[in-house]
C-alpha cells in the first residue's frame, strides 16, 4: 500500500461510513488521520463519525496544498465524488494498516 511521506502536506478527503465527506489539509496525513478517527478535535468530523481516508493527494509545498484544499471545498459533493472514485472506486479507507489505526 502506498502511503504519504510524513512531513509533506497533503490534501485529503476523510469519509463516514454513510459517506459523509470532509476535506482537509495538513503536514503529517498519519497524525491528523488518527485525530480524526479519535475524535480528539470536536467539530464537525467528530459529530458526523468522520474516520476513513478515501483520498490523498501530496503537494509540494503549504501554499500548493491551502490552494488545493481551496479548490477541492468549492467543488460540487458530486465532482468530489467523482474524484474520490476515480482512485478509490470502492471507497476503502487507505488509512487501514497504518500505525495506530
Known amino acids: 500500500m502506498f502511503r504519504a511521506p510524513m ?5 485529503y478527503i476523510m469519509a463516514s461510513k ?9 503536514n503529517n496525513l498519519e497524525r491528523r488521520v488518527l485525530e480524526h478517527r479519535r475524535k ?3 467539530g464537525f468530523t467528530a ?6 481516508l478515501v483520498y ?5 509545498d503549504p501554499r500548493a496544498a491551502i490552494s ?3 479548490q477541492l471545498k468549492g467543488w460540487t459533493r ?3 465524488v467523482a474524484l474520490i472514485e476515480s482512485l478509490n472506486r470502492d471507497w476503502k479507507d ?3 494498516g497504518w500505525p495506530g489505526s
Not at 512531513?7 to 490534501?11: F, I, L, P, S
Not at 454513510?18 to 495538513?26: E, M, P
Not at 459529530?47 to 476513513?52: A, H, K, P, S
Open 18 to 26: 454513510s459517506r459523509t465527506l470532509y476535506t482537509g489539509v495538513t
Open 56 to 60: 490523498y493527494e501530496v503537494c509540494g
Open 78 to 80: 458530486l465532482r468530489k
Open 94 to 96: 487507505l488509512s487501514d
Open 7 to 11: 512531513n509533506r502536506y497533503c490534501v
Open 40 to 42: 480528539l478535535v470536536p
Open 47 to 52: 459529530r458526523y463519525n468522520i474516520d476513513r
Open 68 to 70: 488545493r484544499e481551496k
